[in-house]
């Protein structure tokens, strides 16, 4: 089981730069911030789910990994003409600028969401599926108002 979470973290890590393209660092910062994000909570939610084992150890570690994410600084991830309609290569809506205040609100949920997951997280299985629907819930609420449609 470890060996599978290592390997998803490498393959995680070398394939970035395919995806890097010629974008402004802050872009770049972000979408790895996400791509951490969209790791851990897969194997949250594949342990949620049933088709990955449950492992403590491993659920905390990404419950850990989210926690942290939720507490890096965003300020000089989202600088002004790094939306997506100012350059190709992103998702972000200009509505990020224009309600910076709601937009960190949203990101400080998904803080509480990742911090109240690392609490449970490595006591057991049926700790992990209602804090994935609080965390799922704090990602859309972002996504549905911040991130445009692919």
Request: hydrophobic share 50%.
């Amino acid at each position: 089981m470890k060996t599978s979470f290592a390997a998803l973290a490498a393959l995680a890590v070398i394939a970035a730069p395919a995806f890097a393209q010629d974008l402004p660092q802050p872009v770049k910062a972000r979408q790895g911030q996400f791509n951490i994000m969209a790791l851990n909570l897969g194997i949250l939610g594949g342990m949620a789910r049933g088709s990955v084992d449950y492992d403590a150890d491993a659920a905390q570690a990404a419950a850990d990994s989210l926690v942290a994410v939720s507490k890096l600084s965003q300020a000089a991830m989202w600088a002004d003409g790094t939306d997506a309609m100012s350059l190709d290569g992103t998702r972000a809506q200009p509505a990020i600028w224009e309600n910076m205040d709601d937009f960190s609100a949203k990101w400080a949920a998904f803080g509480e969401a990742a911090t109240a997951m690392a609490s449970a997280a490595g006591t057991g299985k049926d700790a992990i599926g209602p804090n994935m629907g609080a965390l799922g819930a704090s990602c859309k609420g972002c996504h549905d108002t911040y991130r445009a449609p692919e």
